[in-house]
């Protein structure tokens, strides 16, 4: 799998490092960007109908600041259904597929993405920096890390967003590192 070439503004984001897609190499950068728009916006109400769109939606307006005028990443968004068409309130705008729900893109397309896995070394100084105990129950068995700000919500992989629960506690939380 090929090295993924993204503008320098996603560069730091894990997510798009490892994925490659036919329509564009873009493309992945510009869905973590808009994933990470919604969710930095997401108590924003749109201007053409005054209320808070979903967190799955990207209006028109949206997808024309991130994507500019370039056609390519658009067309692959839809081509791999990261995107679909979709009108909300009378908006127009794309309906975004959820970190959680590529599994239709792994069915589609197996191997076209792959997400990191945090290393051996992050995961150690995190175990370690909590004390190698799950911070909810103390517990020190079966530990595991766990995003403190959801992956699928544009959460990252920064130690800062990273804690030590063990698989139950994680599991009871919903969301799994
Ligand atoms: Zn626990």
């Known amino acids: 799998m090929g090295t993924f070439d993204v503008s320098t503004r996603f560069h730091a984001d894990p997510r798009v490092v490892c994925a490659r897609v036919a329509g564009g190499a873009e493309t992945i950068g510009v869905w973590v ?20 769109p979903p967190v799955w939606f990207i209006p028109e307006s949206v997808a024309k600041a991130e994507l500019g005028r370039r056609r390519k990443p658009l067309a692959a968004l839809l081509k791999w259904g990261l995107w679909e068409r979709h009108t909300w309130e009378g908006v127009k705008g794309y309906k975004i597929l959820a970190e959680k729900d590529l599994w239709r893109i792994k069915r589609r397309a197996p191997g076209v993405y792959k997400r990191p896995l945090i ?23 079966r530990l595991s890390l766990d995003h403190i700000y959801p992956y699928s919500l544009g959460g990252t992989d920064d130690p800062g967003n990273l804690q030590t629960l063990c698989v139950s506690c994680n599991s009871r939380k919903g969301v799994s590192a």
Not at 33 to 50: E, F, H
Not at 119 to 136: E, N, T
């Open 119 to 141: 290393s051996q070394l992050v995961r150690d100084s995190i175990y370690a920096r909590d004390g190698f105990k799950c911070l909810h129950c103390n517990t020190t068995e």
């Open 33 to 52: 960007s808009c994933l990470m728009w919604r969710s930095a916006n997401k108590n924003m109400p749109d201007p053409v109908v005054g209320k808070v």
